[in-house]
């Protein structure tokens, strides 16, 4: 006889995702909505839950997002004519 399987998926309040992160619940049920966490209404009356593991996940992608801007942020810094002279040089021949 096969095994059934076993969730390990620990669901969360959105108030609770809302506490952690510093935020709005609405702004916790507009991430679920645009696919950013993960959660499904659960029971009756149907209440929201989150996936504790897609706040984890939207974490990491903030702190990643946030790296990126500022490596492009530096970049764009070190691009200034000040940093690499007045421009091309003409050399005369």
Excluded: C, K
Aim: proline share 6%; net charge negative; hydrophobic share 40%.
């Amino acid at each position: 006889m096969p095994e059934s399987p076993t969730f390990n998926v620990r669901m969360i309040t959105p108030s609770q995702v809302a506490e952690s992160l510093s935020i709005d619940v609405d702004e916790v049920i507009s991430l679920v909505m645009e696919g950013r966490l993960r959660g499904a209404r659960i029971g009756v009356p149907p209440q929201w839950r989150i996936e504790e593991t897609s706040v984890v996940d939207y974490l990491d992608e903030q702190i990643e997002e946030a790296r990126q801007m500022a490596l492009w942020s530096q970049s764009n810094a070190a691009s200034f004519p000040e940093v690499w002279g007045a421009g091309f040089s003409h050399r005369a021949e």
